[in-house]
């Protein structure tokens, strides 16, 4: 029986060499044991992020290799790069060769997160190719022994301006280097003259995953490999007493690994491996005492506190809201969640004779490669990390967890190791998005704009430098790693975009986290934008100004302002304040992200079932300004993934725990949002050519929350300021409006 | 070894597991190459392994391959191809939905047995028929587009 080979289109692709755009994935080929040709040859490369050639190499037939240490996580960054790349070089976009995140062959580029993977890493590539490009220019002008100015580029050819005999990129350089740096200089193409950048060209990874032909790393195999499952602790924190491994020594060729409290089985058979996993009895020590998630707004009240921190401070808010005639106070709580990606973490990992191979779907497999390094005791050169697509991550999920079992097995075994997570290893362990608390105090002056304004927040405290959270499977095999916690940046958007003369932003960190956390999408700024465009409606009421006018009266951005507009416009926004005369209500929200990123602006249409509690979302209307957009449609794409993954979030999910663990471990306990409850999404991008590239990964699912509890209470009079918005939550608020 | 004999893509395959338990599932991913189904959950919940067996939708990673046997499987592979896709392929590509793609196997296959079913579902038909399908990245606006467009209907 043959086995199908699950890099075999890309590459065919890659050999075929043209036609599409062509990815090359870095992926032993089983049974041949040979990698896409672009990728062998390029090993030992230099991975400079300062030298061209860290980044691109012209191939032998003239088509252009790109060496990128972002990686693409569904995200459409496997099109838009390229798009940059080709655009600066002038050559078509399918003959550029994409490699991501091989850490022997991409120069490190920071983990792919934050909305950096365009206006960060896109744009050194850019910059490496404008600086290419120069080069090409002055070694077509000596061969041909015209002027550089006299000279273009056009299809992978430098040609005269005015007709005539040009060189390609093959004669030119293929298969030579540039050795030349970076020059952070080099002219770049005025975007009036663009012709592939700002193009929705269509995504080269779209065919293969709904034709099942996407390589993922749950599909890879290689020669030898075992298949892993890793028994978790009973509790968080248990120790491991004593294995029985009774029960699974009639199955063929199975092996129990045990490093101090990691438990992990492996076979040459999947199902076997996880039978071996059900059946296996391990005995662990009591359970560490968790304070629950019923428990966390107390204990986050309590602390432990590491410090306060006032991140803000203008005028004097607490004198000006202390003499107020009219206050207004609220506390908004934001839950822990999961990443809850679709498919479990997995990984494959090859430790053998001192070297390590980790294949891995990590947001940041340079970082990885240091850890494991470090928790191998291995030199830095004998790791190599390559990528390899993943389920959605939105955040740094189980991937560095999985990838640092399957090392561990690997090593143990001496074979490469497969690990696949369970669906309860992913929701229960996989690190989470910490909770959120913040209590708001305003007023409005008698200008009807906010004269003071207060936030105060509770949340936890990320470690300043972590190298890497700490992972799961070294941590009960008893290895060092340095102790600390990841959050991401989640203090960010805690003021209100508007003008305030007295403002003051404080934060109370919290030394730690009732569960390990790390970075989810839109870290923070999604919970403080739901308690801050909450609190601006709450004073907009009061104050009885229109939500949509109340904004733009204290906004000097015209850009803010501009995607406020246009999302109103696309509801046919009618002026009056809320709560409306009931039925359908509309909300808005409004974000420049991180302060100074994208701009962006969501209104919502919402209604609410009194009797049930049931909301409906009907209409989302979204209008983003994220500067140049290099691919209208993938920009989309992220745009409707954010709002829908955040309705999600906002509406349904909460992790909950008790004193052992995570007890919110199949879909059913924590439920996402499902095909009957999608909304129309309506999307306007503001077309900001001369303006940079910002991030659109993550901006669009800030404002989504606020928008909502804003339609909420524009439909009902209602308020609410715990997330998940639950059929009891509703009602309970639905209750208390009609007291008041 | 527990032997089985069906047909997989119109190819007649026979198989054999050391356990009558094995779902179905793992037999297409390991033993015959298709790696196109997806474990998800394991639990029948989300949809990401849904594969066709005599023209209904299952889930695989439920289905011990004994249920299989005898039986004619269809996998997303067996649809069509990047090169010559199935219509229902081709809708989602010219509609460009998936994200990171990991539902996409199941919720092609679960819009190939709706539409088998209903060749002119309505979007509020397609939503009901991919309530068990979930997605994370959010890209169910484009989906619910996609199958309109294999209907005929304009999206």
Not at chain 1, 59 to 80: E, H, M, P, Q, Y
Not at chain 1, 672 to 687: C, H, N, R, S
Not at chain 2, 112 to 127: H, M
């Amino acid at each position: 029986m043959s086995r199908r080979e699950p890099v075999a289109v890309s590459r065919r692709a890659v050999l075929a060499g043209g036609g599409a755009l062509v990815v090359a994935f870095s992926l032993p080929l089983p049974g041949r044991g040979q990698q896409p040709p672009v990728v062998e040859k390029a090993l030992g490369k230099t991975l400079d992020p300062t030298e061209v050639d860290g980044f691109l190499a012209v191939n032998a037939d003239g088509s252009v290799s790109l060496f990128c240490g972002k990686v693409d996580l569904g995200t459409g960054l496997r099109i838009a790069i390229p798009q940059m790349a080709a655009e600066e070089l002038g050559i078509g976009v399918e003959r550029i060769v994409l490699v991501e995140g091989d850490t022997a062959l991409t120069p490190d580029q920071g983990p792919t997160a934050g909305s950096t993977g365009i206006m960060r890493g896109g744009v050194q590539i850019r910059q490496a190719a404008a600086t290419a490009r120069a080069a090409l220019l002055r070694l077509a002008a000596a061969r041909l022994g015209v002027p550089a100015e006299a000279l273009e580029v056009v299809n992978g050819e430098v040609r005269p301006k005015e007709g005539g005999q040009g060189v390609g990129f093959a004669a030119l350089i293929g298969e030579q280097q540039f050795n030349l740096r970076l020059d952070p200089q080099a002219p770049l193409k005025d975007p009036g003259s663009y012709g592939i950048v700002g193009r929705s060209m269509p995504r080269p990874d779209v065919p293969r995953k709904v034709t099942g032909r996407h390589p993922y790393i749950h599909d890879l195999k290689l020669p030898d490999m075992l298949h892993a499952r890793v028994i978790r602790p009973q509790a968080v924190g248990a120790r491991l007493l004593d294995v029985d491994d009774t029960a699974v020594r009639d199955i063929p060729g199975v092996q129990v690994v045990r490093l101090g409290s990691f438990v992990g089985v492996v076979a040459p058979d999947e199902w076997d491996a996880e039978l071996a996993a059900r059946a296996l009895v391990t005995r662990w020590s009591p359970a560490s005492s968790l304070v629950g998630h019923e428990g966390v707004p107390a204990w986050m009240r309590k602390g432990p506190f590491d410090a306060d921190q006032k991140l803000v401070g203008k005028g004097d808010a607490r004198a000006v809201l202390a003499s107020a005639a009219k206050k207004l106070s609220a506390t908004y709580y934001w839950p822990t969640q999961s990443h809850a990606s679709m498919g479990p973490s997995c990984a494959v990992a090859d430790i053998r004779e001192g070297k390590a191979t980790i294949w891995s779907a990590s947001q940041a497999t340079h970082r990885f490669r240091r850890t494991i390094a470090r928790l191998l005791d291995l030199p830095l050169e004998a790791v190599r990390v390559v990528y390899v697509d993943g389920s959605g991550c939105y955040g740094m999920n189980g991937h560095d967890d999985a990838a640092a079992d399957a090392a561990l097995l690997s090593r143990a075994v001496g074979r490469p190791v497969r690990v696949q997570w369970s669906r309860a290893d992913e929701l229960g362990w996989d690190p989470k998005g910490p909770p959120q608390m913040l209590a708001l105090e305003g007023a409005v002056g008698a200008d009807g704009q906010i004269a003071a304004w207060r936030t105060q927040m509770w949340i936890p405290r990320a470690t300043a430098n972590l190298p890497n959270i700490p992972l799961l499977g070294p941590a009960d095999a008893g290895m060092a790693q340095p102790p600390g916690i990841a959050t991401g940046l989640i203090s960010q958007n805690g003021d209100p975009p508007y003008a305030t003369p007295n403002v003051e932003v404080l934060v109370h960190w919290l030394k730690d986290a009732p569960l390990r956390p790390s970075n989810i999408r839109a870290p923070g700024k999604i919970a403080n934008s739901f308690a801050v465009e909450s609190f601006v409606d709450d004073l907009a009421a009061q104050a009885r100004i229109d939500p949509v006018e109340f904004r733009l009266k204290g906004l000097s951005d015209a850009r803010g302002a501009e995607v406020i507009r246009r999302a109103a416009r696309m509801l046919d926004w009618k002026a009056r304040p809320s709560p409306g005369p009931g039925g359908l209500g509309r909300g808005i929200a409004y974000v420049h992200y991180k302060h100074g990123e994208t701009y962006v602006a969501v209104a919502m249409e919402a209604e609410v079932d009194p009797g049930s509690g049931a909301i409906r979302v009907r209409r989302v209307a979204c209008a983003q300004d994220c500067g140049l957009v290099i691919n209208p449609n993938a920009a989309m794409q992220q745009v409707e993934g954010n709002i829908l993954q955040t309705l999600s979030r906002t509406l349904l999910e909460e992790v909950t725990f008790d004193a052992a663990g995570v007890t919110s471990v199949d879909w059913a306990r924590y439920p996402i949002l499902t095909f009957p409850d999608v909304p129309e999404i309506m999307i306007d991008l503001v077309d900001q050519p001369q303006s940079p590239p910002l991030g659109v990964g993550e901006a669009a699912s800030t404002p989504v929350p606020a928008a909502l509890a804003n339609a909420i209470f524009d439909a009902t009079g209602a308020r609410l300021r715990t997330v998940p918005f639950t059929a009891e939550r509703v009602k309970a608020a639905l209750a208390a409006a009609r007291r008041t | 070894m527990p032997t089985y004999s069906f047909f997989v893509n119109g190819s007649a395959r026979t198989v054999q597991t050391r356990t009558d338990d094995q779902p179905l599932l793992y037999v297409l991913r390991n033993q015959l190459g298709l790696t196109g189904a997806k474990f998800g959950c394991g639990l029948g919940q989300c949809g990401a392994c849904t594969v066709l067996v005599d023209g209904e939708a299952v889930r695989s990673c439920m289905m011990p391959v004994a249920a299989a046997n005898g039986r004619g499987v269809t996998t997303i592979e067996g649809l069509g191809s990047p090169d010559q896709p199935h219509p229902v392929q081709a809708a989602f590509i010219t509609e460009q939905a998936a994200q990171c793609g990991y539902c996409a196997s199941g919720v092609v296959m679960a819009t190939v047995a709706l539409l088998a079913r209903k060749p002119k579902a309505t979007r509020a038909e397609v939503q009901a028929a991919l309530a068990g399908n979930l997605c994370r990245c959010g890209t169910h606006q484009r989906i619910l587009r996609a199958a309109l467009r294999a209907t005929g209907t304009s999206p």
